[in-house]
Structures are given as C-alpha cells and as structure tokens.
C-alpha cells in the first residue's frame, strides 16, 4: 500500500517531544553537541519528500516506511559521521535517540534492505550506473612533468567542439537518474535560500572547482572474450568493470593516481556559506574544462531559473571559446591565467600585453589606466612618462604628442588577455578571490562530512551520498542560522530536574500552535 502520511510536519515535532520526554526525561544524559544536531533536525521539514515519492510506492501490501523519516534517519547518519548503512541500522536499535530523531517509534526500525530500497526509490533508473558495465578500455592520462601539475586531456574533442556540441543539445532532467534528488534538493533548499535572500537566482555568481573522489584503490574488471584461451595475453577486447562509471586519474594536489570519479561542483561564491549549487561526477580522467562544461550546461537546463552573470574559474579552464562563450552570453569571466598557453602577447605590432592585462610597450614600460568604456568592451591606456605639459620623457617616445601614446584595448581583439574589469584592478582580484568558496565547499563535503568513506560499487549510491551530504550542509550553514521569525515558539519539555531547561526553536504556522504544551 502507499506511504502513511504522518500528517505533516508538526506531527513529527509532536512525536520527538513525547518520546524524548519518555526515554530521555533527564536532559544531562544527551551531550550539549547533540542537542545541536536535534534542533536542526527539528526544523527540517521534508513534506515534500512525502509528496513526490508518494506514486513510487505500489498500492497493494504492507504499508512501506515514510520516505520522509526514512531520508531524514540517512541525513542523520551522515551529521554523525556513520558512514556504513549497516552499523547506521544497527544503531537505530540500539540508540533510541537517533530512532526518535529519525521519526521510528523505538524498537521498531528499518533494516538494512529497507535503506536499499529507498534509495533504489531515489534513483530514477533500473541501472545503477550510468553506463554499461562492458565497454572498452578507456585512455589512461599522462603523468605531468612538472609536480604539482594537472595532467593533460585525453579526450578526443577540444573545448571549442565541446561548447557547439553541448549548446546545442537539450538536457531534460526527467531522463536523469538523479531527477528526484535534484528535485527534493532545488524544492525545500534551493529554494528555499533563494526566498530567504541567501541566494541571488536573478543575478548568480558561480564559482566552480573540480575534486578528485576515490572510490577504490584499484581498478576492478576482468575479461570477458577467449583471447587467454588462444594465447593472446594483452588484447584490446571489451573488459568487465565492475564501476563503469570510474576510470583513473591524476590527483594534482598529491601527485598520485587514484581510481575513483572527479566531482566537479558549481558553487554560488556570493553566498555568505559557501552554498553548493550544482554537482555533477565525471570519470577521473575528465579534464577541468571539459568537467566544467559538462556540469554548466546541464545546472543551466535543469535550473533554469537561476540567471549566471559571472564566473570564477581557476587557470585549467584559461581556453578562448570558454571566453568567447561568456562574451555571447553577458556573462562575465574571471578565469586565471595558465602561463603555458602563452600570456605575452603581440598587439599593435609594437605592444605586448602582460599576464595581467596590462599593455607593455617596446621600451620595457606598463602603461597607466585612463579610462574604460564598457558600452564599447574597450579599455583606454597611457604612457606613463607623458605629461600635458612637457610631453614625454622618454629617451625613445613612441609618439610626438604631448599627451602620450594611448592605446585601446578591444575585447573582441583577446577576449582572454582584456578584461572589464581589468585584471590588474581591485574590483578583479576581489571577485577572482571569492573563487576559494567551490574549494572550501568541497573540503567541507570530503573532510567534514567524509564522502569518500561511503564506500559503495555504484553511481547510484554516490549520487545518494553527495546529495544528502549538500543538504546536510544547508541545514547546518544557513537554514539553522537565517530562521524566519515571524513564528517563533520556545518549547519546554517537562520533566527536566533543574533550569536552564533545553528549549527547542521551530518555525511553524500559527493555526499548528497547539503541540506546545
């Protein structure tokens, strides 16, 4: 039969008052660090979970787990660092608090193959990876020269290719696996910070980063054709894999290889937490660019209300059709250069133009800011030696005027070098610094939160993981902290010895007023 609605949200806020009152009526015996975690459990609504996986449940046989405790039990194992859905099961039975957290009546709780079953409910596909489990062996990266270095692409298109391939294609997030996921995370998250001013969906700055996730420490596969039978020790034949979806990369920040996924996730960098925005996992030995724009045209077709202004990307993504795109589209770019594409630049025949931007000229000289005129992507710049009044004071003047030498800087010229803002200006290096919020987003989701101890085979579990670990990182960055206030209540649960009693704070309709007792 279909999920039982527990009525609404307030009825669970009544059932975790009764049955701390029953097993917990001393507050001494739940650690001060707890009673954190039970507060913002205690306003995290998950109505719409109920909602939307309600038709995924038959209408015949035992009346199922609701999807709501049971996503919010999950959440609770990753806020208590309990990375094995098997010790988390055994816990429900042994801990009564993280069974009445979770909204179970104690000594009644799931098993392990209830958590299975809701995530195969969560993943909106029959298979649990995107690709096949057969398929030929991918192109192993080089290792860089230089430590430290990120290691060469090894696809087979260029960006410029990339970019004409994936504009022109439309993404439906119904055909997605994670179509449900995403839902459940823009409704009552997304969303939600959009509402409450934390982010700007109108005028977004988003800032991207890619990390490397290992999800074992080799690579699994065995054969499937009879070429050992004819002697043939090394084929190229199609192989087993037991995660289709992984292949090995090169972890720059380690110099070591790894087997695993390169998660790539898009962050809002104006938001005052660091708010994850958009993830998307991509074979190790995806390159950034081309990780990045798999990850930006997909967020731009799924969330197609949040309007992207500006990027902030670091030097792995320094290619012209990136810039050249951001052009096209108003957005405008801060992209760190990549020395080894080439930075001193001819313009004028008798102009270079430094790393940041600035024109240098023939004797050595950068040339100082005289204005910029953004209706015509332009910037104006001046001889640092010529004064109105006595002209120029270099020994080899490039021009006879007392004014100087000026130069105009066209972005349709280089794109990539001229910027608006300059690069060398404060306004550039104080948006390019907040390019450090996808970085400290994915520390968060890797360390914090340990993601890479989850341990599964499966791209459906993963998927399940990273998403349940950014809305565990909403809850305790931004909701706990900008609560409305128009509906306040102090709850007192009775029957503890001596004050200060523990209050609990939760945002709820008037007309539900009545559970506080």
């Known amino acids: 039969m279909l999920p039982v609605n527990c009525g609404s949200h307030a009825n669970y806020q009544n059932f975790v008052v009764e049955n701390l009152r029953k097993y917990y009526p001393n507050q001494d015996a739940i650690a001060r660090s707890t009673w954190d975690s039970i507060e913002r459990f205690w306003t995290l609504d998950l109505s719409y979970t109920d909602e939307l996986m309600r038709d995924k449940y038959s209408k015949f046989g035992p009346a199922p787990r609701t999807p709501s405790c049971m996503q919010r039990s999950y959440l609770l194992s990753i806020d208590f660092k309990i990375t094995s859905i098997t010790d988390w099961a055994a816990q429900l039975k042994i801990n009564p608090l993280y069974a009445i957290l979770s909204g179970f009546e104690v000594g009644n709780t799931p098993g392990v193959g209830t958590f299975y079953d809701f995530f195969n409910r969560l993943w909106d596909s029959e298979d649990d990876n995107l690709s096949p489990h057969i398929h030929p062996i991918k192109a192993k990266v080089k290792k860089p020269k230089i430590k430290g270095a990120k290691a060469a692409s090894v696809e087979k298109r260029t960006v410029d290719q990339l970019i004409t391939q994936l504009d022109d294609t439309t993404f439906t997030l119904e055909r997605q696996p994670y179509d449900s996921l995403l839902q459940i995370y823009k ?3 997304l969303d939600v910070s959009v509402s409450k001013g934390l982010i700007n969906a109108a005028s ?9 996730v290992v999800t074992s420490h080799r690579m699994r596969s065995h054969r499937i054709c009879d070429c050992d039978k004819k ?11 037991s995660q289709p979806d992984c292949d090995i990369g090169w972890d720059s920040s380690r110099d070591c290889w790894y087997h695993g996924y390169d998660l790539y996730m898009l962050v809002a960098s104006d938001s005052e937490s660091d708010l994850p925005v958009f993830p998307l996992l991509n074979p190790a030995s995806k390159h950034d660019s081309h990780g990045f724009l798999e990850t930006f045209f997909r967020m731009k077709s799924f969330l197609s209300d949040f309007n992207v202004t500006k990027l902030l990307l670091d030097s792995a993504h320094d290619a012209m059709p990136i810039y050249e795109y951001c052009k ?4 405008i770019s801060f992209i760190d250069l990549n020395e080894k594409r080439g930075i001193k630049v001819k313009y004028k025949n008798d102009f270079t133009i430094g790393k940041d931007g600035v024109p240098v000229c023939r004797e050595g000289r950068r040339m100082n800011h005289d204005g910029c005129e953004p209706s015509k992507y332009r910037l104006k710049f001046r001889c640092p030696l010529a004064s109105r009044k006595y002209g120029c004071s270099c020994e080899h003047p490039c021009s006879d005027s007392k004014y100087g030498r000026t130069v105009h800087l066209a972005m349709k010229d280089n794109p990539r070098l001229i910027n608006i803002p300059p690069r060398d200006s404060e306004e550039w290096k104080t948006e390019f610094n907040a390019r450090t919020s996808a970085e400290r987003s994915n520390k968060r989701e890797k360390l914090d939160f340990k993601l890479e101890d989850g341990r599964h085979r499966s791209t459906k579990m993963w998927y399940c993981r990273l998403y349940h670990i950014m809305i565990t990182l909403f809850r305790l960055y931004t909701l706990s902290r900008h609560s409305d206030n128009r509906y306040v209540y102090f709850l007192i649960i009775p029957g503890f010895s001596k004050p200060p009693v523990r209050t609990l704070r939760a945002t709820i309709p008037e007309n539900e007023s009545h559970i506080f007792r």
């Not at 002697?231 to 894999?241: H, M, P, Q």
Request: hydrophobic content about 25%.
């Open 187 to 189: 409704k009552q998250f």
């Open 328 to 331: 096209r589209e108003n957005i």
């Open 231 to 241: 002697g043939i020790s090394e084929c190229n034949c199609d192989k087993y894999f």
């Open 204 to 212: 977004l700055s988003i800032a991207g980063y890619s990390t490397p």
